[in-house]
């Protein structure tokens, strides 16, 4: 089975940034769309963003011009890069597929403070 391990989270003040990495077990992001997701205390695990195979993007339009998805297939990794943070991105931060078809990986932790 495909196993997906985030990292990269922490505590930042408004306007920083962090990048977040998505290793897989496998090599599934040479032809598979993945993307991250986010889920905050109390909230529903939402989208945020998803890049195909063909290494085409998309993302919620809450973080749209602040965050980069990107991909690197020779690692089996995948990052977020999250810039001009802002308190609203708080939350445990996940990858998977578009339809969640993988087991949920640990997320990391994004706190961003005011």
């Known amino acids: 089975q495909v196993q997906l391990v985030e990292s990269g989270g922490g505590l930042v003040q408004a306007g920083g940034s962090l990048r977040l990495s998505c290793v897989a077990s496998?090599?599934?992001?040479?032809?598979?769309?993945m993307g991250w997701y986010r889920q905050a205390p109390g909230k529903l695990r939402e989208w945020v963003t998803f890049i195909t195979s063909g290494g085409s993007t998309t993302y919620t339009d809450s973080v749209k011009g602040r965050f980069t998805i990107s991909r690197d297939n020779a690692k089996n990794t995948m990052y977020l890069q999250m810039n001009s943070l802002k308190p609203e991105d708080t939350a445990v931060y996940y990858c998977?597929?578009?339809?969640?078809?993988?087991?949920w990986g640990q997320g990391t932790q994004v706190t961003v403070s005011s």
């Open positions: 496998g090599n599934i992001f040479s032809r598979n769309t």
């Open positions: 998977n597929g578009p339809l969640r078809e993988y087991p």
